[in-house]
């Protein structure tokens, strides 16, 4: 119907325009929704018209945005009149007739949608929540609603896979299995060397071969991470799996926040890499979510000494001293345990990630302390 086109295009267009808005104004280190909304909600709704809700949305959707970019390290691209978020208060779906009730610029409309098989047995019973309008390349208005499923209930279980993730492979984990980061290596390797001959390109040549040759560059971006992160949902899903398989939960070490804690502490740079690099803090991620879908517990332990101890014996190798890593591996010191390191630190992480599942704690804090100096606080291990 053209009015609730009309309608719908004029919501679009304000959301942008008001996401534009907050973002060009509130200073860009602001992520925060709530602070966001402090600071531009009257605008919002006076200056473009958004009812109270969309306003809350718009605010949100910048400070989304914002985060996200912060991770990838880049600058938030400007809003697109082609998508708006909805919730509650503004969204309801109503089986019986298959609408949707959208609150638009000029109020509330019932809307018909055009639902498939699938999409129908989805929605069945269903009471959802959230939603977000959006206009197709092909012109086209579509809804995605967010149907949430209760997820199961997470298995309690002695059991415990580790998983390191990101030294000198993408993931291993302690039952031996590893995704080894050569492919991706070479896909970025080709990359980077199509990169290069395109860079040359786009400064000298002809004005249009320097423009297609920034658009290539651009979409070689795009390329490049949908690559990755289908890698790492790939990884997350075949771990998530073999937990389930085996009833057992997931251990992974808990690098949030390490920038700070760690500063005063001498660092590689591996492990500069892995806590600053957004493709693995994505398969962290995808193995907290998939986890959590799935029912399998996902436990984050104290990453420091994973990589320093040896599994077999507990023993501590100082980061600078005893010389214990040789390229990819580990030979302990002290029981002549040799074999891959990234090995060594998925058992440490499986380890630590079944004391912390113990109610009385484990004889392996103690261990570990013996050989640190006395000062150190037990709970400083596997907590987190
Ligand atoms: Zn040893």
């Known amino acids: 119907m053209p009015e609730q086109v009309a309608q719908i295009e004029a919501t679009l267009q304000a959301f942008a325009t008001a996401c534009n808005y907050a973002n060009s104004v509130v200073k860009s280190q602001t992520t925060s929704k709530t602070t966001i909304q402090n600071l531009v909600y009257q605008e919002l709704r006076s200056l473009f018209g958004l009812s109270a809700n969309l306003a809350v949305r718009a605010c949100a959707r910048v400070g989304a945005n914002r985060k996200t970019a912060k991770l990838q390290g880049k600058p938030v691209k400007a809003f697109k009149p082609t998508s708006a978020d909805y919730d509650a208060r503004i969204f309801a779906f109503r089986e019986k007739d298959c609408t949707v009730s959208l609150t638009l610029m000029n109020g509330r409309y019932h809307i018909k949608m055009n639902l498939g098989q699938y999409q129908t047995g989805k929605l069945k019973g269903k009471k959802p929540t959230s939603a977000q309008l959006c206009k197709h390349r092909d012109g086209s208005y579509y809804i995605h609603i967010q149907v949430k499923d209760t997820p199961p209930d997470p298995i309690k279980s002695n059991q415990v896979i580790g998983v390191d993730i990101g030294r000198t492979d993408i993931a291993v984990t302690s039952e031996g299995e590893k995704w080894s980061g050569k492919q991706i290596t070479s896909v970025r390797d080709r990359y980077s060397r199509t990169r290069a001959s395109l860079q040359s390109k786009a400064t000298k040549g002809t004005r249009s071969t320097r423009r297609r040759c920034r658009q290539i560059l651009q979409r070689l971006s795009g390329n490049e991470r949908r690559f990755q992160t289908h890698q790492n949902h790939v990884i997350s899903k075949t771990i998530i799996n073999q937990a389930l ?140």
């Open 245 to 384: 398989a085996s009833n057992a939960m997931v251990a992974i070490e808990d690098l949030t926040g390490i920038r700070d804690r760690t500063n005063q502490m001498p660092r590689s740079k591996t492990e500069r890499r892995r806590s600053n690099s957004w493709a693995f803090y994505q398969l962290r991620q995808f193995l907290e979510y998939k986890g959590l879908g799935a029912g399998v517990g996902v436990i984050a332990i104290n990453p420091r000494y994973t990589s320093q101890t040896c599994h077999k014996c507990l023993h501590i190798h100082p980061i600078r001293g005893e010389s214990y890593r040789k390229g990819k591996g580990f030979k302990c010191g002290h029981c002549g345990w040799h074999g891959d390191a990234d090995l060594n630190g998925a058992m440490m992480i499986k380890l630590l990630g079944s004391s912390v599942n113990r109610p009385e704690g484990s004889k392996l804090f103690c261990s570990l302390r013996a050989v640190e100096s006395p000062y150190h606080s037990c709970t400083q291990l596997g907590g987190g």
